[in-house]
């Protein structure tokens, strides 16, 4: 499989899946989807992959999660609350006992 932005030159910045991760707030198989769709850079070490952590970085900045978690909070915060009866059907769907 050939990955898009990778070359054999030599990154100064390189990490890990984990590392770049936790630079742009996500999850280390999004890093790997990002390498795959060439929106960021990397090159292949041996068997593994270094991701190229400025170009990451940029990718928090283009795409900032503090906006999607704030959206999230207001539409939980605006939700109605559960009946009793809705909360007791999701504790028999997750196998937990009934509220008294």
């Not at 910045?13 to 770049?20: P, T």
């Not at 990718?59 to 009793?84: C, H, N, T």
């Amino acid at each position: 499989m050939a990955f898009p932005n990778t070359s054999p030159e030599v990154h100064r910045n390189l990490g890990s899946a984990k590392q770049a991760a936790a630079i742009a707030g996500v999850s280390p198989s999004t890093v790997r989807t990002w390498l795959q769709q060439g929106l960021i850079g990397g090159v292949r070490v041996g068997r593994n992959f270094r991701y190229d952590l400025d170009s990451v970085a940029a990718m928090r900045v283009e795409y900032p999660r503090a906006d999607v978690d704030d959206r999230i909070r207001e539409l939980v915060d605006g939700a109605p609350e559960f009946s009793a009866e809705q909360v007791n059907k999701i504790r028999l769907l997750l196998h937990a006992t009934p509220a008294s």
